[in-house]
């Protein structure tokens, strides 16, 4: 029974992924916009759950779309998401084979901010039988991509170097290599200084020179200098 349960488990939760691609742009607010394909091994196409998570607080649909190649169903996915809460709410895992994962977005001292995200693949209990089941439905490994855009500045990571440009950052996990414990992704960025703290230390910088000037033309014109240099 526990056996029928974990394949069960297996089928609806990792759902025969063959491959997940996700594109996250997150606004400093905590809203952003996400773009997702989901490569699906399944008989049959299931549309009605895209519509149902766009039902969900703070998620806004902006376009899917669903097509068979072979014994693939592919999903292409687009929506928008208010804060980083509506973005974990859309996750509503059955198993632990958990692609969705989890958001963790904190504000630190210094304009710091921290970014991590857990995904997992089989627990301590379920691996030896969820990895049986996952290598008899495929061949090959499914590949879980994840790229995120953000708007501060890269401070340390734990992205590889060469998967890191600018503030866009990339990870991909061969899910064959990810049981029976969890990965994260994480990032640590620095907030830029506001662009009107620019501008009115610019405009400060200004008005200091211009009263400095104008002390000194004040100063070559004074009736006050002209009597001390008469009367000496």
């Known amino acids: 029974m526990k056996r029928l349960m974990i394949c069960i488990l297996a089928l609806f939760a990792l759902a025969g992924c063959v491959h997940y691609d996700e594109e996250l742009w997150l606004h400093r607010d905590g809203s952003g916009r996400a773009k997702l394909r989901l490569v699906h091994r399944s008989p049959y196409e299931n549309p009605e759950e895209i519509l149902r998570k766009a039902e969900l607080p703070g998620i806004s649909l902006q376009g899917y779309n669903v097509q068979r190649n072979g014994q693939d169903v592919i999903y292409d996915i687009v929506f928008k998401f208010k804060s980083i809460e509506a973005f974990n709410n859309v996750n509503d895992q059955l198993g632990s084979a ?32 969820l990895e049986e089941y996952f290598s008899q439905m495929h061949t ?73 000037f104008w002390s000194l033309r004040i100063g070559k014109h004074s009736h006050l200098l002209e009597r001390i240099r008469h009367h000496s």
């Open 98 to 129: 958990d692609f969705w994962g989890k958001i963790t977005l904190n504000k630190e001292s210094g304009r710091r901010i921290t970014y991590k995200r857990r995904i997992s693949l089989g627990s301590q209990e379920e691996s030896d039988d």
């Open 140 to 212: 090959q490994p499914a590949i879980w991509t994840y790229k995120l855009h953000a708007p501060w500045k890269v401070i340390s990571t734990n992205a590889e170097p060469e998967k890191v440009d600018g503030k866009t950052l990339e990870w991909s996990y061969d899910t064959s290599r990810m049981w029976n414990k969890h990965e994260y992704m994480t990032v640590e960025f620095r907030k830029e200084l506001p662009w009107f703290v620019f501008v009115i230390a610019g405009i400060a910088i200004l008005l200091i020179v211009f009263m400095i």
